[in-house]
Structures are given as C-alpha cells and as structure tokens.
C-alpha cells in the first residue's frame, strides 16, 4: 500500500476521530521526516478529501500551513507548502459556501505564488476566486481568474483541472446569460470527461450540464444528466453536493410539470437535513420549493418559502440568490395585487442586478423586464388599458429624462469615463471594502505628457481627440471590475481591486507601451503621443490606520506621477516612502 493509501486508510479508521484537534493530527504524522515530505503529504491528503469531507480537509490543511511557517520548517516558510495549504483551504471553503474565508486565503496563496514553480496551487487558487465571483454576479471578474486557472492547468498537463477549469469557464458564460457557448464548452468537456477517474468531477460536470440544458429547453435530457449527478453524490457519499444536485432535478421535473414528483423529492430532502437551516444547501432547496409553487400558481405557499430562502441569502451574502428571490417574489406579488410590495422587492432585484452587472447592462434588461410586466398586465387588465398606456408613456418619459441626467452626474461628457465626482464616490467605496476584507488595491495615476503644446500647434479639438484616444485605450485594457476616471484636464486616474503592486506595474507599462505605439488623427496628422504614469498600492500598514483615505493614496500615486515626469517622461514610477530610497522605476 502507497504512503497516501495508509493515510486515507487512517483517516477512515476510529485513528481518525482523535484528529479534531491539531496538536493529536501532529501525534499521527510528526514520524515523516523531513518536514516538507510532511507538509505535501497533509496537503494531498486534503485535497484528496476536499468534497468528501471538507471539514477534515480543512484541518489537514491548516496543519500544513503551521507547519510550513518560518519556527516549524527550518527557520524558513516552506512557501510551497504553504501556498498549496492556503490554496486547498480556500477551494474547501468556496466549496462550503464560504466567501470571505475562501478569498482571503486564495488571495494570500496568489499573493505568495510570486517566484515560485508553476504549482497547481496557482490553478485551485484561481478557481476558488473565480467561484467566488461567480457566486456575488461577478462573470466578468470570474472570467479573468478562470481563463488564467485553464492555462495553468494545459502548462501542467493536468487533465482533471483542466476539465474542472473549462467546465468553470462554462458556468461563467451562462451566468452571462450565454447558453450556447456554456454547451459548445461542454460538448468539449463530455467528451474529455471519460478519461477523468475521479466521480466527484464526473457529478459536477453532469450536473452544470444538467443547468445548461434546462435552460435551453432541452429538459428531458436535462433531467437524465441530474438524475446521473444525484446517483453519483449518493453513491459516493456527498452529501452536499447531492442537495444542490437534487435541487436541478426539481427544476427539471417542474419545467416539465411533474409537480407532484418534484415536490414529493423536495420535501423528502429537506427532511433530511433539517440540522443545516441557514445553509446555502439548504436556500437553494426552499428557494426550488418556493419556484415550484410559483410555477404551480400557489403564490401564497411560492411567498413563504422565498421569503425564507430570501433571508438566509440575505445573512450569507450570497447576491445571486438575492436577485433571483426579489424577482420572483416581485411577479408574486404583482400575481396577488400587492403593487407595494411588488415595486419593493423589483426595486431590491434591480439595484443588486445594476450592481452584479455593468450598468449598461443593468438598464436594458431592468426596462425590458418593466416593459414585459407592464405588457402582461395590459393583457389581463382590458378595461383599464387606455390608462396603463397614457401611464407607461409617462413613466417613460420620465425614464429617458432621469437617466440623461444620472448619466451627467456620474459621467465625463467627452471620454465618457467617470467624472470626478462620481469616481471619488466609488474609488472611497472600494477602498472600504478592501480595508474590510484585507484585499490588495493598487491605484494608477496618468498624465499625458506635453499635452498643452499639442492643444497649442493643433487646436482643442485635437486635444479632444486624443483625450477620447486615451480613454478607448485605457478602458480595452483595463477590466470591468477596475474603476476609471478623468480626473481634470489631461489626468486619469484608476483604482484597480484585487491587484497587487506588481500587477499594476504591469498593467501601467502595457498602457504606457500601447499609447506609445498609437497615432491619434487628429483631422491633420496622425500624431504620437507618450504619458507618464505613477503607481501606488494599500499597504498592509494602511490597514491598520484608521484614518486612511482614497485621498491619501491618490496623493501618492500623483507623487510617483511627478517623479515619473520629473524623470524625462513616458515612464511608470512607484511610489516610494520619503525616507526609502528613490523608488522603483519601470524604464520605457
């Protein structure tokens, strides 16, 4: 028997249970020398018992990373058991509906990577964010941690993460409300799927697949691809991901009216696991519960358990889940003429589905679903429909004139980037959540260089032109979840969450590249321009100062852009404390 088969062999054993507390796990493996064979061992261990069970997983991962620290593994961190401890941890985390938890340790785990061999650490670690995201809405940002995890795992040849990655990717396109290319994906991931021993991808995979077809009308096939999920997850012994699995199949027996059937398998499940109230497994069943009544027209019983679902989403935080309770209850009670409480909650679902998604975005589909509810009841209300006419033309109206002047509010006219204003605003927003949640941010300072002469030689209109030139570029290589702003004058600035001092030195240098290498037509001459860019980031320091400000950061990032300018010009600068040294430069 293999090393690891005699551990697992232990961790099924009554051995086992003494391992609830960390000093009696170190009893059963401080014999494996030297300490790093140790740490790899709890740390494939753990991943090996990631969905079977999580909560042991995260102990054997938590021994690692003390055992990895400086005092236990010769006066050094082993980093690469420690990287792999915080990846694992935060994948069994995002895996328990955890959020906070699984961030703050896959972004140390990243943030740690830096140096190190490609380890496929750097592929959970990604995964388990982008999970993240996908849960609160965000597709986009998910979307740029699971492109990178894929890559990651084809450089390592690592076919179960590769699959697991694309299938990821899959869940990110529907969350887009792209369902053709979530099954296009998949077509590719079924046929890869046979060479994957592991049933626990096996069931996720048939699952999400599952989703997909349901959402594409294709709910008998949809129904087989749950039914495999389910069986699986019994057959292997998970017991959450088989509720959420079983949650699939109600919607496919609802979708295709075997109400009875559904609900019969909802309640026998949630009998079950009376214990886990206030668990995501557990909103996602009432929230299935609550959808079958709907669709069964018992609005009264639909209401009950979507307000329940509603407020265990609300506890967790989990946004998706929000929305989608807002908005039917919304249709609920429109069903049983409550219009108050009908706007209430089409007011809760269309400000968190503005802020799951870009505000653009987040206007169309809030008029298109107004404009089909106003038409639905124009069909059931003859009588009154000459009113609900001369009303929706009002409310139109009204519309139109309040989002002309939202959009003046918030938006520069001329590069259509944010104004001033409007950037504080969030700029200071996100620099809240970052000192709350401890996560990196970095701001970007830039400044077109001699922008003045050429506003002299070409004219203002010309200037225009290359501040427009600016803010095209600036906004293709930034992302969506980045903040941008036209600061005054010739001056942009961005807040980039998420993002590390070394990330943002990069991105600065591919904008500073980029702009160097265009030419602006000016209605003249195609001219080139250069900027020079400062960089700061929220230090770990900054954390601790309750006085800090988004103030504070611009102020220094405008310092390393006057270095930067000070030093000849198209150039990054970061900044550095007065006392330091120079600070570091990224030459053109």
């Known amino acids: 028997m293999s090393f690891l088969g005699l551990l697992i062999t232990v961790c099924h054993s009554e051995g086992m249970e003494r391992l609830n507390e960390t000093p009696?796990?170190?009893?059963?493996?401080?014999?494996?020398?030297?300490?790093?064979?140790?740490?790899?061992?709890?740390?494939?261990?753990?991943?090996?018992?990631?969905?079977?069970?999580?909560?042991?997983?995260?102990?054997?991962?938590?021994?690692?990373?003390?055992?990895?620290?400086?005092?236990?593994?010769?006066?050094?961190?082993?980093?690469?058991?420690?990287?792999?401890?915080?990846a694992t941890s935060g994948f069994v985390y995002q895996?328990?509906?955890?959020?906070?938890?699984?961030?703050?340790?896959?972004?140390?785990?990243?943030?740690?990577?830096?140096?190190?061999?490609?380890?496929?650490?750097?592929?959970?670690?990604?995964?388990?964010?982008?999970?993240?995201?996908?849960?609160?809405?965000?597709?986009?940002t998910a979307l740029d941690y699971a492109l990178p995890a894929l890559q990651i795992?084809?450089?390592?040849?690592?076919?179960?993460?590769?699959?697991?990655?694309?299938?990821?990717?899959?869940?990110?396109?529907?969350?887009?409300?792209?369902?053709?290319?979530?099954?296009e994906q998949h077509a590719v991931v079924l046929q890869m799927l046979p060479a994957i021993e592991s049933p626990v991808i096996?069931?996720?995979?048939?699952?999400?697949?599952?989703?997909?077809?349901?959402?594409?009308?294709?709910?008998?096939?949809?129904?087989?691809?749950?039914?495999?999920?389910?069986?699986?997850?019994?057959?292997?012994?998970?017991?959450?991901?088989?509720?959420?699995?079983?949650?699939?199949?109600?919607?496919?027996?609802?979708?295709?009216?075997?109400?009875?059937?559904?609900?019969t398998l909802l309640r026998e499940t949630l009998n079950k696991i009376k214990h886990k109230t206030g668990t995501k497994p557990y909103s996602y069943l009432v929230q299935t519960l609550g959808i079958l009544f709907y669709k069964n027209q018992d609005y009264h019983q639909a209401e009950g358990h979507l307000l329940q679902s509603l407020e265990i989403a609300t506890i967790n935080n989990y946004k998706i889940d929000q929305e989608s309770c807002h908005s039917l209850l919304s249709e609920i009670y429109e069903k049983l003429d409550q219009p108050a409480k009908a706007l209430m909650h089409f007011k809760q679902y269309f400000v968190l589905h503005t802020n799951n998604a870009n505000i653009e975005n987040g206007r169309k589909i809030a008029l298109l679903k107004t404009e089909h509810q106003m038409e639905h009841t124009r069909r059931e209300a003859d009588q009154v429909r000459v009113k609900n006419l001369e009303l929706e033309h009002e409310i139109e109206a009204g519309r139109h004139e309040t989002a002309m002047y939202e959009k003046l509010?918030?938006?520069?006219?001329?590069?259509?980037?944010?104004?001033?204003?409007?950037?504080?605003?969030?700029?200071?927003?996100?620099?809240?959540?970052?000192?709350?949640?401890?996560?990196?941010?970095?701001?970007?300072?830039?400044?077109?260089d001699h922008f003045k002469s050429i506003n002299d030689r070409y004219g203002h209109l010309s200037?225009?032109?290359?501040?427009?030139?600016?803010?095209?570029?600036?906004?293709?290589?930034?992302?969506?979840?980045?903040?941008?702003?036209?600061f005054g004058?010739?001056?942009?600035?961005?807040?980039?969450?998420?993002?590390?001092?070394?990330?943002?030195?990069?991105?600065?240098?591919?904008?500073?590249?980029?702009?160097?290498?265009?030419?602006?037509?000016?209605?003249?001459?195609?001219?080139?321009?250069?900027?020079?860019?400062?960089?700061?980031?929220?230090?770990?320091?900054?954390?601790?100062?309750?006085?800090?400000s988004m103030t504070d950061l611009v102020h220094k990032a405008d310092q390393a852009l006057y270095i930067a300018k000070k030093n000849g010009r198209n150039r990054v600068e970061i900044y550095s404390t007065p006392t330091g040294d120079a600070g570091a430069t990224q030459h053109p």
């Open 95 to 140: 895996a328990q509906f955890k959020l906070e938890e699984s961030l703050n340790d896959s972004i140390q785990a990243m943030t740690l990577m830096d140096g190190l061999p490609l380890l496929p650490a750097a592929c959970d670690a990604r995964c388990a964010i982008a999970w993240v995201k996908n849960y609160s809405g965000e597709a986009s």
């Open 409 to 448: 509010a918030m938006i520069d006219p001329l590069t259509e980037l944010f104004n001033r204003r409007h950037f504080s605003i969030l700029a200071n927003q996100e620099l809240e959540h970052s000192l709350a949640h401890r996560h990196p941010l970095s701001v970007l300072f830039l400044d077109i």
């Open 153 to 183: 795992a084809r450089d390592l040849h690592d076919l179960e993460r590769e699959v697991y990655a694309m299938d990821l990717l899959a869940c990110c396109y529907a969350l887009m409300n792209d369902i053709p290319d979530a099954l």
């Open 202 to 263: 096996h069931m996720i995979i048939y699952n999400n697949h599952a989703v997909f077809l349901n959402e594409s009308n294709k709910v008998e096939e949809g129904l087989e691809y749950s039914e495999r999920s389910v069986n699986l997850a019994r057959q292997h012994g998970y017991a959450d991901e088989e509720i959420i699995f079983i949650s699939t199949m109600v919607i496919s027996l609802t979708l295709l009216k075997k109400y009875t059937q559904a609900e």
């Open 489 to 548: 004058g010739e001056e942009f600035i961005a807040i980039l969450p998420d993002t590390l001092l070394q990330q943002a030195r990069q991105i600065g240098e591919r904008i500073r590249k980029t702009i160097s290498q265009s030419k602006v037509d000016t209605g003249h001459e195609n001219i080139s321009i250069t900027v020079s860019i400062g960089i700061t980031e929220l230090l770990p320091s900054d954390m601790l100062n309750p006085h800090m």
């Open 463 to 486: 200037g225009d032109r290359v501040l427009i030139s600016m803010a095209s570029i600036m906004r293709n290589l930034l992302r969506d979840s980045d903040i941008i702003g036209r």
């Open 24 to 86: 009696e796990m170190e009893k059963e493996f401080e014999h494996i020398h030297p300490v790093s064979k140790r740490v790899d061992m709890l740390n494939e261990l753990a991943w090996q018992l990631r969905y079977q069970d999580k909560q042991k997983a995260l102990r054997l991962s938590h021994l690692a990373r003390q055992l990895s620290q400086p005092g236990e593994y010769q006066g050094q961190p082993y980093l690469a058991g420690l990287v792999t401890a915080l």
